[in-house]
């Protein structure tokens, strides 16, 4: 019990395992999507590339979700106009720009003073969470969440056949603008708990692991929040008595959750697949 | 009803289609036919909307469209039943949250009767045979109440039993008033599939009846000498 309860007596870590499973349920339900619509470089992308944004809104005092959106759309719109006006293909234009945004970030908060702070925001700082963020990452989560339940047919079927989506008068390119926004959104929520760099992971990893227990979304919808929320709280604890850095765990326990269910999973791990070919050969 | 008119379209720098006119029929099944690169998928981007004419016009009746794609572009992993699936024909009709109502339910479950997929309902789309996933999606069409009905290339990867059977669908779908056109280049099930061929090689060669299509000459100029000695 001690193990569970000590932990709980500073305001710090509740405020971070708070914070901490609601990013990585919202990260969690995204992640669902962009799995399946191939977006995980898109992901990590986007994360990045929101790094400028953060820092100028921060400067000039505008909510963070502000300057992230605008910079998590600039940078789809680069990549999009890099891959579309040259020779250079997408996978290419993609490192091009996250990676030259980023850098832009990096830059800016080198010359911003009151570095600290900042510097936060690429390694995440769970346990430093203040009441002002935790509000700010409740609401942005809390807009992410309803539109991602409430529009989820409609993203399914976006992932699955966007040109149906168009013939039967949906707007397919509206619909992946929307899961866009709520992809900028949504990493700004989760770079202050683990970080810039590891915001991919959760936003890539719960899906992952959800899609190989399950053949049906709905499900997956259930599981990968589930499982992000019990890692996270696993991390936090984990950090908390090894007393080790809090982003990092709750990643490296995610992706330790992963590769147990890659290799165990009865339907598509390694060991099922293994013994349903032992099966049909016997 | 399909009306095309005068059509020029590009894709990507290439010229697909050139000044192609048409006039599909209601009631009748009618198979658009031609070699790898004459337009046949330029023209159904066209039809549904994805590729904007550079000129001409596309003009269809009321109703909407149902589009059965072709294999290669469905991800078959994707952790959709084909219930899932039949039911997506229903989204343009639904609210806000595209929540099925009772009459959505019926709509989906008559729609698996009729292509004989009531069974399999629950299975996920991967685990059909190569007929089921096409019947799959004929469903979505139905349930979807489409008017006019694309098939890309339906019969690759069918078995010869599967592929009398959506024939036989096709046939009934047609038979309710519905436009129907398949693109195929499998000349063998043609006599038995269309009653309209249309060849077509950036510009339309032939529309008219499918034993008239099926001429040597006709299809000589469709697919170059010697494709498809002894179909005819």
Redo the contacts between chains.
């Keep these: 019990m001690r193990v569970i309860i000590e932990p709980l007596q500073y305001d710090f870590m509740v405020r971070a395992l708070v914070t901490t499973v609601i990013a990585a349920v919202v990260c969690a339900l995204l992640s669902c999507w962009l799995v ?1 619509v191939g977006w995980s470089l898109m992901g990590d992308a986007v994360s990045h590339a929101v790094l400028p944004g953060v820092v100028i809104a921060y400067v000039v005092g505008a909510p963070f979700a502000v300057g992230a959106l605008v910079f998590g759309f600039l940078a789809v719109a680069l990549i999009g106009a890099i891959r579309n006006t040259s020779r250079v293909k997408e996978d290419a234009a993609i490192g091009i720009v996250f990676t030259s945004l980023f850098a832009l970030g990096l830059v800016l908060i080198s010359v911003t003073p009151s570095q600290t702070d900042l510097n936060h925001i690429i390694f995440g700082n769970i346990l430093g969470v203040s009441g002002t963020d935790l509000a700010q990452i409740c609401v942005l989560a809390a807009g992410a969440f309803a539109v991602l339940v ?5 993203f ?2 976006y ?3 966007p ?8 707007r397919p390119r509206l619909l992946g603008g929307l899961l866009l926004a709520i992809l900028a959104l949504t990493a700004v929520v989760a770079l202050q708990v683990v970080g810039v760099i590891l915001v991919v992971a959760m936003l890539i990893i719960p899906g992952a692991t959800a ?1 190989l227990l ?4 709905g ?2 919808l259930l599981i990968a929040p589930t499982l992000a929320a019990t890692t996270s709280v696993l991390g936090i604890y984990l950090s908390y008595w090894l007393d080790a850095a809090s982003g990092g765990l709750v990643v490296v326990v995610q992706g330790a959750l992963f590769t147990a269910v890659y290799l165990l999973s009865p339907r598509h791990g390694l060991l099922g697949r293994a013994r349903r070919r032992q099966l049909v050969n016997a | 009803m399909i009306r095309v008119e005068h059509v020029v379209a590009r894709y990507g720098e290439v010229l697909a289609l050139d000044d192609v006119s048409l006039s599909i029929r209601p009631g009748l099944v009618t198979g658009l036919v031609g070699m790898n690169g004459s337009g046949k998928s330029t023209l159904f981007k066209t039809l549904m909307g994805l590729v904007k004419p550079e000129r001409g016009r596309v003009l269809r009746g009321p109703g909407s469209i149902g589009y059965v794609p072709q294999s290669e572009h469905v991800d078959w992993a994707f952790p959709v039943s084909v219930r899932d699936v039949v039911m997506m024909g229903r989204y343009g009709s639904l609210g806000l949250t595209r929540r099925p109502r009772a009459a959505d339910h019926r709509a989906v479950a008559d729609a698996l009767a009729r292509v004989e997929l009531t069974d399999h309902a629950e299975r996920q789309i991967g685990q059909l045979s190569g007929g089921q996933r096409k019947r799959t999606f004929v469903a979505r069409g139905i349930a979807q109440d489409a008017r006019i009905l694309l098939l890309d290339e339906p019969f690759a990867g069918v078995d010869k039993r599967s592929e009398a059977t959506i024939v036989r669908l096709l046939r009934e779908l047609a038979a309710d008033g519905r436009t129907v056109l398949v693109s195929t280049h499998d000349l063998h099930a043609l006599p038995r599939l269309a009653d309209d061929v249309v060849l077509l090689l950036r510009r339309v060669l032939f529309h008219g009846p499918v034993d008239e299509a099926l001429r040597p000459e006709n299809l000589a100029r469709a697919f170059g000498l010697d494709v498809f000695e002894g179909v005819a």
Excluded: E, N, Q
């Design positions: 399946l409430l529009k989820r047919r409609d399914t079927l992932a699955f056949d040109t149906h989506a168009l013939v039967i008068g949906l899609y399950t053949d049906r979304f499900r997956m």
